[in-house]
């Protein structure tokens, strides 16, 4: 129904025909009558947080304003496994010359089990390095070169559908509007770390579960507790390669890195290709939705977004595509909740 639920959180299709799946090269993330849905159902003052590709997300972000939204920030989510896939124009010149390159050294890279790799969103990688002399002298010219950065970030788009008066009117109305910013206050090592029957010991990983003073029953921080949020999230190498420099940088920073092979579900040979992580998907959720709120999510994929929202006390609302991807959305949905995760 029109003005029902509380927040939009989803992973919608980078529109890069990742792998050669189709669904992610339809052109439905730039559909501005797909956001006009998202739009509808939402209540006042609601936020819409979607993720896009570096490359595509301008259309994205182009096409949710067009549907009415308010464009008012966007998270940079960042981290250092990215691999670049990048076209080595040196090689590429002594191929179109015919000319045989002489193998100076060749070393096989593979990721270890358990591990996230470095292929987008974390997906694991095992390459063979080589490395080869330029053959001829345009080539010698142009070693060196390439076509591609390496990806670091992806960029997540913050929108919010007007409100209906004031901030403060609109919150009292229809618990939308704002953002929970002392839920989410980061704590001088990375987070806000829970006490009382619930905790957990912090480590260098926990995102919001780091250190700091809680209450509430969500774990709302006390006030004035901890840094205020960041339209920057980091994982661990980024805030490590910060730290080499700037001591204190990486403490004002929600750290989170990618999803690993224990945060991938698998059913048989079905798994997805792009799961986001789900300490993440809590943050985000938890940033927009107030406790007992309800989410829609119109992109499950995997079900990362659900799961958080049920870890989280929220409600949600899920919608994908395909089948195929059903009984991954089951195991994340059925599976006892740790009471040490709320």
């Known amino acids: 129904p029109a003005d029902s639920v509380h927040a939009v959180v989803t992973d919608p299709p980078y529109e890069l025909g990742f792998m050669g799946q189709g669904w992610d090269a339809s052109g439905i993330a730039y559909n ?3 956001w006009e849905q998202a739009y ?11 993720f896009g590709g570096t490359r595509t997300w301008h259309r994205l972000a182009v096409a949710i304003e067009d549907a009415g939204f308010e464009v008012r920030d966007s998270i940079a989510w960042m981290y250092g496994s990215g691999f670049p896939k990048s076209l080595d124009v040196s090689k590429a010149i002594d191929k179109a010359a015919g000319a045989e390159r002489e193998v100076l050294s060749s070393k ?3 990721e ?3 591990r996230s790799g470095g292929g987008i969103q974390g997906l694991p990688v095992a390459r063979t390095d080589t490395i080869t002399a330029p053959a001829t002298p345009a080539a010698q010219q142009w070693q060196g070169w390439g076509t591609a ?3 670091a970030f992806e960029p997540i788009v913050v929108a919010r ?4 008066g004031t901030v403060a009117q609109n919150v009292l109305a229809h618990g939308t509007g704002a953002l929970n910013i002392d839920g989410c206050r980061i704590g001088t090592d990375g987070g806000t770390k829970l006490t009382g029957p619930t905790a957990r010991p912090a480590g260098p990983s926990d995102g919001i579960y780091g250190n700091g003073r809680l209450n509430g029953q969500w774990g709302e921080p006390v006030a004035g507790l901890g840094r205020w949020p960041a339209n920057v999230i980091l994982d661990e190498s980024q805030a490590a390669a910060l730290n080499q420099r700037f001591e204190e940088m990486p403490a004002r920073f929600f750290y989170c890195p990618k999803a690993n092979n224990h945060e991938r579900p698998r059913e048989g040979d079905t798994a997805h290709p792009t799961v986001k992580p ?3 998907m809590r943050y985000l959720v938890k940033l927009v939705t107030p406790p007992g709120g309800t989410v829609l999510e119109p992109f499950a994929g995997s079900g990362t977004t659900l799961e958080a929202c049920i870890v989280e006390g929220r409600n949600v609302i ?3 595509l395909t089948d195929d991807y059903l009984p991954l959305i089951r195991q994340r949905i059925t599976k006892p909740i740790q009471p040490a995760l709320l």
């Open 318 to 320: 899920g919608i994908e």
């Open 32 to 34: 501005p009558d797909v």
């Open 108 to 110: 096989f890279r593979g």
């Open 149 to 151: 950065l390496k990806p």
């Open 40 to 50: 509808r159902v939402l209540k006042p003052g609601g936020h819409l947080l979607a």
């Open 161 to 164: 559908k007007p409100l209906i």
């Open 112 to 114: 270890k089990s358990g």
């Open 278 to 280: 789900l300490d993440l």
